[in-house]
């Protein structure tokens, strides 16, 4: 799949939609973001707009690992096997090797 529909079941209709270029593998969701991962990204979108927040380059992730903080002051996303970290909007996005 190639795309992330985002299904309301309370309005019992979809509300939106995410369009890739390569296979979606895997999809973590907050009350405030979405995250994909693609084979050599994570893309953080903002979930009340879809407007792309960020996008983390990974090293090759053929199994979509990753994770999201559930803590929503912070936006931390862990994705397996990338040594890079980086602090986006005084809020830090942690991306660790395994």
Do not use: W
């Not at 973001?33 to 053929?62: M, P, Q």
Request: charged share 30%; glycine share 6%.
């Amino acid at each position: 799949p190639r795309r992330v529909i985002i299904y309301d079941d309370h309005l019992s209709k979809t509300t939106g939609e995410l369009s890739f270029q390569r296979r979606v593998l895997n999809v973590k969701l907050r009350r405030d973001r979405i995250c994909v991962a693609l084979v050599d990204c994570v893309s953080v979108y903002n979930f009340s707009d879809y407007k792309l927040l960020d996008t983390i380059h990974t090293c090759d992730n053929e199994l979509g690992l990753m994770d999201i903080n559930t803590d929503p002051a912070s936006v931390d996303v862990a994705e397996d096997e990338s040594p890079t970290a980086k602090v986006k909007d005084g809020k830090k996005v942690i991306v660790k090797g395994g």
